[in-house]
T-cell receptor, first 114, second 114 residues
Framework: ETGVTQTPRHLVMGMTNKKSLKCEQH?????MYWYKQSAKKPLELMFVYSLEERVENNSVPSRFSPECPNSSHLFLHLHTLQPEDSALYLC?????????????FGEGSWLTVV | AQSVTQLGSHVSVSEGALVLLRCNYS??????LFWYVQYPNQGLQLLLKYTTGATLVKGINGFEAEFKKSETSFHLTKPSAHMSDAAEYFCAVSHYQGAQKLVFGQGTRLTINP
């Protein structure tokens, strides 16, 4: 069983919908991340949170809105997405955001925008 | 900016044969280097990482990688392939600018022939 759980595993949404992806880590970590994995591009970092504070926004469009209410939970709120946003969204965590720390990934949420 | 190049998007070997997956990086500062594996419909799992110290790093499932600074390489090897090694493998470099950012290669899909 993974220490990072993501729900839902699959999501289909229309371009005008509003939905959210949820992530929970059970590892006692202080840093959490959102990554995007699409067919045509390498894995891309979207956001980094450290102790519930956003420390990195990797030029992500505002239609993606992260939320970190505590160190164990991370959300990605989605609204007015485009079909090209269809991808696997991976949540991850690490002990802290310093380089060299192992990042642990969840199994991902498959998002299809229609 | 850091980048990672994985030579060969698909590699096919026979069961029992040597596995060699190539990774080259570019970095203006000493890097932290990682190999992750992704099995179908799953998230990424850390195989091994190099931070400091010994340049030959041993990981899980019999994999190892050697950091060669002069060649800017971090190739992944396994002496004898097993059917269960079939998966996608990602090389990544860590870049620190306020928070850890893993920069991934495009991935190499490994197929094992019986």
């Amino acid at each position: 069983e993974t220490g990072v759980t993501q729900t839902p595993r699959h999501l289909v949404m229309g371009m005008t919908n509003k939905k959210s992806l949820k992530c929970e880590q059970h590892l006692g970590h202080n840093a959490m991340y959102w990554y995007k994995q699409s067919a045509k591009k390498p894995l891309e970092l979207m956001f980094v949170y450290s102790l519930e504070e956003r420390v990195e926004n990797n030029s992500v469009p505002s239609r993606f809105s992260p939320e970190c209410p505590n160190s164990s939970h991370l959300f990605l709120h989605l609204h007015t997405l485009q079909p090209e946003d269809s991808a696997l969204y991976l949540c991850a965590s690490s002990q802290d955001p310093r380089p060299g720390n192992t990042i642990y990934f969840g199994e991902g949420s498959w998002l299809t925008v229609v | 900016a850091q980048s990672v190049t994985q030579l060969g998007s698909h590699v096919s070997v026979s069961e029992g044969a040597l596995v060699l997956l190539r990774c080259n990086y570019s970095s203006s500062v000493p890097p932290y280097l990682f190999w992750y594996v992704q099995y179908p419909n799953q998230g990424l799992q850390l195989l091994l990482k190099y931070t400091t110290g010994a340049t030959l790093v041993k990981g899980i499932n019999g994999f190892e990688a050697e950091f060669k600074k002069s060649e800017t390489s971090f190739h992944l090897t396994k002496p004898s392939a097993h059917m269960s090694d079939a998966a996608e493998y990602f090389c990544a470099v860590s870049h620190y600018q306020g928070a850890q950012k893993l920069v991934f290669g495009q991935g190499t899909r490994l197929t094992i022939n019986p």
